[in-house]
């Protein structure tokens, strides 16, 4: 060992070296350093000073160390415990709780006078978690005790947080009727938050005590074994951590992370194949209403990434959830009750390659659009929160017509780009009125502004696309889409625990507003030319949600009672959304923003150019009450460990809905007057509503009961299996038939009304759903799996509405249609191991088989879509995921690497059909039968599926930096099928490879993260397939799945979208 220069630590050369070290030293960088100085010590000293334990080290380790002794014999600790931990952790134990300043340089650690930055044992650690049973149960009332005396019992949830001065611990965990479990190195650390969940298993018939010891290494990653393993049913996920690690910025862009799941627009989701219309979204326990005007989706880029705790995808079905499942349920958890008090704040802003500092182009924008609110010249008549088309059509009427009742607002402005601005603040505080009470609150903020350009080619909406010739032939059209968007969260949550009872209230407000203003040129095919296309997509969004519930513990006897309560107002807007096509002056290419244009039209809905308005207002409460009791049985060496779980729940949804379209028609424009001068009174036009209109207000409301029971038989088998009843009538709210009826029959006289009774009982009110989820342990590591379900997928109350509306997705004209529910058979095996924690290595094979699927397709060669019913689809699909830790290796650098991906195949067959709703019943004239036309099996995925998609992730961590990079690739997406299966679009989403690099400054407290989105510079497609083999093209032969991938150069372009590349800065601190 090197010996210390005692002395010299107390002259003037020490300060000047330290001097040196600190601030004129080209390796000043180094000067705190020793904090990475891994080596083990074990200190375990009470009533001692800081010269002692310096002593203790030199022993230790093979460093000069500089210091005065009688200035250490001062610094006075009560006590100092480390058990075989990093010299830098004890150092750093010594610089913040005695008055010193250390520094390490060349193999020397440097120890002054300096000062104390807080009072030993002011600051203390958290050792907190969750105690289960083998069924994942959470046990009320566990004592904990440590080393040093102090002990706590777990709440009604199982939860508990224990605090401790630093140093290293046993922890023992006792409950009656349950073996003791003892965990020994529990290491704790100032300020710093433990993970340690445990698993408890029961007595049985011992005779006497029996206790389990194992050390914090072993239990902790027990304990994340547990909850991973022990789940009733599949489930795959994500958690803040790893979210934290991707450069994504809502719940949208982190959802194409998990296992099996892939994303549309970065914010409706597709599980295991299947489009948005077959996933719930679940927010916080409560199921979401659709927040898209003409889709049943949920937009999840509404929620911001840093308000998420975690986010569950769950594949198989038990029946205390809700029926209505197809891929999947995707449970998004916001922040609870803290485990200390906390307060973090962060900013940031990105640049984007084809956006930033470059012309941007866009509506008037008057400011209050950066709060995520729409310009008031998007009002109609003066405001937008109308709830019916009568009373606008009643006061235009009023003002005799005038078209000066509407704002001139076609007019495009320029300005250059900034940069896009992101900020987040989320703070916590804890209280303990008594040693067993404990009240939380949180709160959090988000904002972010976004300004985004990308390149654009397209072939819809009736411009031409070439047959032939080289790429850039392929899509007449050619423009830029502006994107400006602008989103704000906020959250509060309140909470209360003791060893009986949980309660929590949560408030959530979510706002986005989203304007898209695409232009361009192109050649048009009917009427034929070369034409401006011109569309301004706008959405504003309002989400509001209110949630209280409870959890109690009832008896000694394990009977728990749970209940929900919460509110939904969902408010979502098409504030005077614009579309036109218009000659164009000389061709010119876009260069100007005057846009002279002549004979301004529209896709079909109003003459002259479109102006349209539209309102989802919807308020739900939902409602869940559940009583779960633990019994025993069994003989002999069979016994069983069961839960009997019975429950109420439902919802009412109360809706309404309109859209309104305007056509602005009339107006002289034979001089090709600038755009924004086109539709002025003076030129003589007029502004009418369309004669169809769309006004739906209805409430729905589904009742479910459902009894299911959990058997866990010896230690290897776990049976959840049970049956849901829930209660809808779906007949009652039907719109569409509504409509149908009243029109047809109101020209027919008495005894000459026609029945539609085949048509209204398609529909039962009552649904029963059984489910089952067998589990077989092979060791504490492995488990296999095997699931079935049934499940239902019905209508949403907006495809139940008599609607007509322009859509650019589809580009053309969206409308209703008669169409009835899913339902679902769901068949899944799986094999899971979790080899440390973690990792995992999991693959999955699963069938599914529909019956009245939805799809929406094309009418003949009419740019008019609707929703209609196939007869039969059935799925076939592959999982496989692997997250794995190269820290086995134990070599520098490559042990700090952690490894992940996930692949899904999935081959899809579809039975379409044709339903003619005019037929008579022979016997009945007056009676209408329908009647059913089953057309040949198709072999493709359903619309939203593709055959093949795969994730992988690649981390690498070394205190203080960290890097990933993610990938991401979806293949041929279907987009929309076609009444030739071979003529349908497909999408080929962007291939996403993204990157960042995270570094943690000031002792922990600031992170710095630098993102790269899109580093391939890739882009995403719909396309049409083009074959070389005549005998596809012919509908004579199938195409295969490698001829339905997209052939640049060879396949028709819809639509392109290039959106460059995105780097970003994000500074966070916490306090």
């Known amino acids: 060992m090197q010996k210390s220069t005692n002395r010299f630590c107390n002259g003037k050369a020490m300060q000047l070296l330290l001097s040196f070290l600190v601030t004129g030293s080209p390796v000043a960088l180094l000067a705190q350093s020793y904090q990475s100085l891994s080596e083990k010590v074990s200190v375990n000293l009470e009533n001692t000073t800081a010269d002692v334990v310096v002593k203790s080290l030199e022993k230790q380790t093979p460093y000069t160390f500089t210091y005065d002794p009688e200035y250490l014999q001062h610094c ?261 009750m803290p485990a200390q008090d906390f307060l973090n704040i962060g900013i940031g802003g990105s640049t984007n390659d084809k956006t930033t500092g470059k012309n941007f182009r866009t509506l008037k924008l008057e400011g209050q659009e950066y709060w995520g609110k729409a310009a008031s010249h998007r009002n109609l008549l003066g405001k937008l929160d109308w709830t019916n088309t009568a009373d606008v059509i009643a006061k235009y009427n009023a003002e005799n017509k005038q078209s000066v009742s509407f704002s001139n607002n076609w007019g495009v402005y320029e300005m250059k780009a900034p940069v896009s601005q992101n900020y987040q603040l989320s703070a916590g505080k804890v209280f303990h009125p008594t040693s067993k009470d404990q009240f939380g609150v949180v709160v959090s903020a988000s904002y972010r502004n976004t300004f985004q350009t990308k390149d654009v080619r397209m072939s819809r909406d009736g411009f031409d696309g070439a047959g032939d010739g080289d790429e850039a032939g392929r899509a007449a059209f050619s423009g830029k889409s502006y994107g400006f968007s602008t989103s704000l969260g906020g959250l509060l949550g309140l909470g209360y625990k003791n060893e009986r009872t949980r309660l929590s209230f949560q408030s959530l407000f979510l706002r986005s507003l989203d304007q898209q203003l695409l232009i361009g040129s192109g050649y048009h095919s009917d009427p034929s030319g070369f034409l ?18 409870g959890e109690h513990a009832l008896g000694k006897r394990g009977i728990r009672l749970k209940w929900m309560g919460s509110y939904v107002l969902l408010d979502k807007q098409r504030p005077d959304n614009h579309q036109l096509k218009a000659t164009m002056l000389d061709n010119d290419k876009l260069e100007s923003n005057e846009f002279n244009i002549r004979s301004p039209f529209s896709s079909g809905i109003s003459e002259g150019a479109l102006r349209w308005w539209s309102r989802t207002y919807e308020k739900d409460y939902n409602w869940d009450l559940a009583i779960s009791a633990p019994f025993n049985l069994g003989t002999g060496k069979l016994k069983s460990e069961n839960t009997l779980k019975v429950g109420y729940a439902g919802w009412s949804k109360n809706r309404l809905f309109y859209v309104l379209n305007s056509g602005s028609k009339g107006y002289n424009t034979a001089d090709f007057p600038p755009l924004a001068q086109t539709f002025v009174p003076e030129r003589g036009g007029e502004i009418y509503f369309n004669r169809f209109t769309d006004d739906f207000h209805k409430t729905a409301v589904l009742h479910g009961v459902y009894a299911m029971l959990d058997n866990k038989i010896n230690d290897r088998w776990r049976l959840v299996w049970g049956v849901r009843a829930e209660g809808y009538n779906l007949n009652k709210i039907n719109n569409v038939l509504d409509s149908l009826f009243r029109q047809i029959n109101e020209s027919r006289g008495p005894g000459t009304q026609l029945d ?51 859509d650019f997705e589809l580009g053309g004209t969206y409308g209703s249609n008669l169409v009835k529910s899913t339902t679902v058979q769901h068949f899944d095996f799986r094999y899971e191991w979790y080899p440390a924690a973690g990792e995992v290595l999991s693959a999955t094979l699963f069938y599914k088989k529909f019956r ?81 036309k089953v057309g040949k099996e198709e072999k493709r995925p359903q619309t939203g599926a593709s055959n093949y998609m795969v994730n992988a992730g690649f981390y690498y961590d070394i205190k203080p930096v960290s890097f990933s990079l993610v990938y991401n690739y979806v293949t041929n997406r279907m987009f929309r099928p076609a009444a030739y299966y071979s003529e349908s679009l497909f999408e080929r989403p962007l291939e996403s490879l993204d990157g960042q690099l995270a570094i943690r400054l000031l002792k922990q407290k600031m992170q710095l993260r630098l993102n790269i989105s899109n580093l391939l510079n890739s882009y995403s497609v719909v396309y049409r397939n083009f074959y070389k083999d005549a005998a596809i093209s012919n509908h004579q032969k199938d195409p295969s799945i490698k001829d339905l991938l997209y052939q640049k150069g060879q396949d028709l372009i819809d639509y392109e979208s290039r959106p460059g590349r995105t780097f970003s800065i994000t500074i966070g601190y916490s306090f």
């Open 76 to 336: 006075a600790f009560s006590t100092v415990k480390f058990n075989n931990q990093p010299l830098g952790d004890v150092l750093h134990f010594l610089d913040v709780y005695a008055p010193l300043d250390i520094a390490f340089v060349n193999k020397t650690v440097a120890l002054k006078q300096g000062k104390q930055e807080r009072v030993a044992g002011q600051d203390k650690g958290r050792v907190t978690g969750k105690i289960v049973d083998n069924k994942n149960e959470p046990l009320p009332g566990v004592t904990i005790q440590s080393s040093d005396g102090q002990g706590i019992v777990t709440s009604v949830d199982g939860t508990y947080t224990l605090s401790l001065q630093p140093g290293t611990y046993t922890l023992t965990f006792s409950y009656i009727s349950y073996d003791t479990r003892k965990v020994t190195d529990v290491i704790v650390k100032e300020k710093s938050i433990l993970p340690l969940d445990i698993v408890m298993k029961s007595a049985g018939s011992h005779l006497k005590e029996v206790t389990i010891t194992g050390n914090y290494k072993r239990a902790s990653v027990e304990g994340l074994y547990a909850l991973q393993k022990n789940n009733a049913s599949i489930t795959d996920g994500i958690s803040a951590e790893q979210i934290s690690r991707t450069p994504d910025k809502n719940i949208g862009d982190v959802l194409k992370r998990v296992s099996g799941l892939a994303t549309v627009d970065n914010k409706y989701v597709v599980v295991r194949g299947l489009s948005e219309r077959y996933n719930q979204a679940v927010l916080n326990g409560q199921v979401m209403p659709s927040t898209e005007m003409n889709r049943k989706n949920f937009s999840f880029d509404i929620i911001p990434s840093n308000i998420v705790e975690n986010v569950t995808v769950v594949k198989t079905l038990t029946p205390d959830r809700s029926a209505e499942f197809g891929g999947g349920s995707v449970e998004v958890n916001t922040l609870d």
């Open 532 to 549: 401006l296309g011109y569309y301004d997509l706008t959405t504003q969004t309002n989400l509001w949600q209110n949630q209280l519930k």
């Open 756 to 806: 539609y009774s085949a048509l209204t009982n398609r529909e039962p009110n009552w649904r029963f759903f059984p489910s089952a989820n067998l589990t077989y342990t092979l060791t504490q590591q492995m488990n296999l799996r095997l699931a079935y379900a049934e499940s239902i997928i019905r209508p949403d109350l907006r495809e139940l509405s008599f609607f007509n509306e322009y």
């Open 852 to 932: 009245d699927p939805m799809e929406i397709y094309k009418q003949g060669d009419n740019r008019i879509y609707f929703l209609k019913n196939n007869k039969y689809a059935k799925n076939y699909g592959l999982e496989v995921e692997v997250r794995k830790s190269l820290s086995f290796t134990q070599v520098p650098v490559i042990r700090n690497i952690t490894l992940y991906g996930n692949f899904t195949a999935l081959s899809s067959r579809v039975t379409p059909v044709d339903i003619d709703y005019g037929s008579l019943d022979p016997n009945d004239p007056n009676k209408v039968l329908p009647v059913e």
